[in-house]
């Protein structure tokens, strides 16, 4: 077989977990791992409904929700850490494998009142009182919280909060939570130039080569006056403001747990504010992702579907874009519908289907009011039993592409408009299949063979490096296309790894195993009617035509969780092109989501 882009550059996109199965499975391995929050407002402790409708991975409140107001008194402390000890043996006892216990990375709330509670041993920890772990101003004026009310923000670089925070994280560890994922790990929008921001600013700059003069590097009126006159500098620092707590507070959990899992809220709470939240409220996932183990993100409006005026929404062109800038670690995704916490059964399993087809895993909110409860869970297990039972298909596996996307996440600084995020999404609508691959991996290309087509948004944006590794890439034969221009689609190749005919509402994702053309197919022709309400419109008769590894294709098997979409053996045609087999097949019905595995 020969080398291709696939095969050389996926070491830099290793989206999969390992492919180990059964009782000893990676726990986070595509489609062995099925997550979940497990409270909703006044509906908390739900590890048993998340359990019942196939997730494993619970993220729990434990004492993390406590840890908001400064903690209840000892007694009650104690009797909170038992219960929450209690609830989580329980959930494991039910099939629940991981379960990730919160923690808010920022948030005071109630601050007059929030050491009410501290023994002096407690207090002694600690140089100052709770008022000055506050995020503040240029003047050094505590800042108030972007979420009103009594939330006050606490700044994560300030080694008084850090000590606070080790303390829940300790809390949560011990009562046998398996990691941490730490909600709003969030800068201000005007920035913190409170002493310890300064402080590390200056260090920041060192780091990057900028001379500090000595006597500004040990004031913080004077650094708080270099942050103001290098703005790109400083927007620069406040993006590495939550990696650095990050990094800190996962080994401090590993210290109590070797295995603890650290993970955060990456926001995002749409795709087109990938650039945008950077620079206002400091969320870097490309930084971020460095030092967490799985990368979380909570999409408030990317939730699969068709609406009613026909728009199709589709998440699959942000994953790889997630993916490009992750580093490997496993991505996961809650995406919803206009906010609305509660998603329909068929959209729901869609959005399960569509992140394990991108390499992915979902992430549910099985917090459902009790009348719907026992509905809900028997409409959602079928999907999560399928991937379970499927999972060597979905592990291990490489993508099929016609072309590599480039993401110079570094414009976040420049721009809030990420126009590459058009890019791919045009790709996904044409079913175009492709990579994405950051600055960070560009110069990987090189060893590539096939395909070699390379998509940029323009010269005029390339860095000085990154223009040297596009010559190179040219001079190796490589075609690279500028989005920036009209009619660039057209300039993809023509002999596409798969074409989907008459279907506007069916995505493809195409990936390879040994021997095995693996095709996803996703339906998105599904319509919310309500929270707990959708309809769904099958796709007949989708004829699909992919391109396949050279041996000649024996057979073409569907699979799906629909009992009413088509299953078993197709009917197909090979037609040879140019050294490769072309499998013409047709998909009499598709529900929701269908895998063709073609041998």
């Not at 497990?38 to 406590?66: F, N, R, V």
């Not at 009348?371 to 028997?378: E, Q, T």
């Not at 790709?427 to 940029?456: H, T, Y």
């Amino acid at each position: 077989m020969k080398t291709t882009l696939c095969t050389c550059i996926l070491s830099l996109v290793a989206l999969t977990a390992a492919p180990v199965f059964g009782g000893d499975a990676n726990p986070l391995a595509i489609g062995v791992a099925g997550h979940a929050f497990d409270h909703l407002g006044g509906i908390p402790e739900q590890a048993s409904a998340a359990a019942a409708s196939g997730s494993t991975i619970i993220y729990a409140s434990g004492i993390g929700a406590l840890g908001y107001d400064g903690l209840p008194a000892v007694d009650a402390l104690k009797a909170a850490n038992t219960e929450s000890s209690a609830y989580v043996s329980k959930a494991k006892a039910n099939g629940i494998r991981l379960a990730i216990g919160y923690v808010c990375a920022t948030s005071i709330v109630k601050l007059e009142r929030f050491d009410r509670n501290w023994t002096a041993e407690f207090r002694s920890q600690f140089s100052s009182p709770p008022e000055k772990w506050l995020q503040q101003d240029r003047e050094g004026k505590p800042l108030p919280s972007w979420y009103g009310g009594e939330y006050r923000p606490a700044c994560m670089s300030n080694p008084d909060w850090r000590t606070y925070e080790k303390f829940i994280v300790r809390q949560q560890l011990e009562a046998g939570h398996d990691g941490i994922f730490f909600d709003n790990p969030t800068v201000h929008p005007q920035g913190c130039y409170c002493e310890h921001c300064m402080k590390k600013f200056g260090l920041f700059l060192e780091r990057e080569g900028i001379k500090v003069d000595g006597a500004a590097a040990d004031s913080a009126k004077s650094l708080r006056q270099l942050a103001v006159s290098r703005p790109k500098d400083f927007m620069r620092f406040r993006g590495s403001v939550a990696s650095d707590f990050l990094a800190e507070l996962r080994a401090f959990a590993r210290t109590i747990n070797k295995d603890a899992l650290i993970t955060c809220n990456n926001s995002l709470n749409s795709a087109d504010v990938l650039f945008s939240q950077c620079r206002t409220y400091g969320y870097n996932i490309h930084a971020m992702s460095q030092v967490e183990d799985l990368v979380v993100v909570e999409d408030m409006a990317g939730q699969p579907r068709t609406l009613v005026d026909g728009t199709v929404v589709e998440y699959g062109p942000v994953y790889e874009l997630l993916h490009g800038i992750s580093h490997g670690k496993p991505v996961v995704t809650v995406t919803l519908a206009d906010g609305d916490y509660h998603t329909p059964a068929n959209l729901t399993r869609l959005a399960m289907a569509e992140a394990a087809a991108h390499g992915a895993s979902y992430l549910a909110w099985p917090t459902w009011p009790e009348n719907v409860r026992a509905k809900m869970i028997a409409a959602i297990r079928p999907e999560a039993d399928f991937l379970r039972a499927h999972a060597e298909l979905l592990n291990g596996t490489k993508p099929r592409t016609d072309a590599v996307v480039f993401l110079p996440y570094r414009r976040w600084v420049e721009t809030s408009d990420c126009q590459v995020l058009k890019t791919v999404q045009a790709l996904g609508r044409a079913n175009v299949q492709f990579q994405v691959v950051c600055e960070d991996d560009l110069e990987k290309l090189f060893i590539a063979v096939s395909p070699r087509i390379l998509i940029i948004e323009s010269r005029e944006i390339l860095s000085e490096s990154e223009r040297s590794a596009v010559q190179k890439l040219e001079g190796k034969g490589w075609q690279v296309i500028s989005s920036n221009r009209d009619n660039w689609i057209g300039k993809s190749p023509k002999q596409r790894v798969i074409a989907v005919d008459g279907h506007a509402t069916v995505r493809a994702v195409v990936r390879e195993q040994e021997r095995k053309t693996i095709v996803h197919l996703l339906n998105l022709n599904v319509q919310k009617d309500s929270s707990f309400d959708d309809r769904v419109t099958p796709a007949l008769n989708v004829r699909v035509r992919v391109r396949c590894a050279s041996a000649r294709p024996t057979s073409v098997k569907a699979l799906s969780a629909d009992g009413d979409s088509s299953q078993g053996a197709l009917q197909f045609k090979v037609i040879a092109e140019n050294d490769a087999a072309f499998v013409d097949v047709i998909v009499p019905r598709v529900s929701l989501s269908t895998i063709l595995v073609i041998e």
